[in-house]
């Protein structure tokens, strides 16, 4: 996990590249600009709707820390087969939503391997808007 960390961070320094949130907002790439435009993330306290990252977007931390650890989960079970559920802090029937001030339902993801909780993990990223799929 370290060295996932380590690498991650490297890159994202060396190649510093901006978020969903600040080329949209500011018609990166030749695109036209959408100032109105919200990624679906928000700030844990709900103070604001336009968070993003303070550092660059590649490569994605949270997709390869994922990666990191389903591949060691792989390796020690010799398997990439085995079901198993997860509940997120975002969807454990407590947390509030920052938009409708409600408490979000619980909601259990049940899969089937690691590799697909590993592709959902990534795909979680791009839903949110502080990642494109290149990274």
Same mark, same amino acid.
């Given at each position: 996990?370290?060295?996932?960390?380590?690498?991650? @961070?490297?890159?994202?320094? *060396?190649?510093?590249? @901006?978020? /969903?949130?600040?080329?949209?907002?500011?018609?990166?790439?030749?695109?036209?600009?959408?100032? +109105? @435009?919200? /990624?679906?993330?928000? /700030?844990?306290?709900?103070?604001?709707?336009?968070?993003?990252?303070? *550092?660059? *977007?590649?490569?994605?931390?949270?997709?390869?820390?994922?990666?990191?650890?389903?591949?060691?989960?792989? =390796?020690?079970?010799?398997?990439?087969?085995?079901?198993?559920?997860?509940?997120?802090?975002?969807? +454990?029937?407590?947390?509030?939503?920052?938009?409708? =001030? =409600?408490? =979000?339902?619980?909601?259990?993801?049940?899969?089937?391997?690691?590799?697909?909780?590993?592709?959902? +993990? *990534?795909?979680?990223?791009?839903?949110?808007?502080?990642? @494109?799929?290149?990274?």
């Amino acid at each position: 996990m370290a060295d996932a960390g380590i690498t991650t @961070w490297d890159s994202k320094h *060396f190649y510093n590249l @901006w978020r /969903p949130i600040v080329g949209i907002r500011q018609r990166a790439s030749g695109n036209s600009a959408d100032l +109105n @435009w919200l /990624p679906l993330e928000a /700030p844990e306290n709900g103070a604001s709707d336009s968070s993003t990252s303070e *550092f660059s *977007f590649y490569v994605s931390g949270h997709a390869t820390f994922g990666l990191a650890i389903f591949e060691v989960l792989r =390796r020690f079970y010799e398997t990439d087969d085995i079901p198993f559920e997860f509940q997120s802090d975002e969807y +454990n029937g407590k947390t509030m939503d920052s938009i409708t =001030r =409600r408490a =979000r339902p619980a909601r259990t993801r049940r899969y089937r391997s690691f590799t697909q909780a590993e592709t959902e +993990n *990534f795909l979680s990223r791009i839903y949110l808007g502080v990642h @494109w799929r290149i990274d």
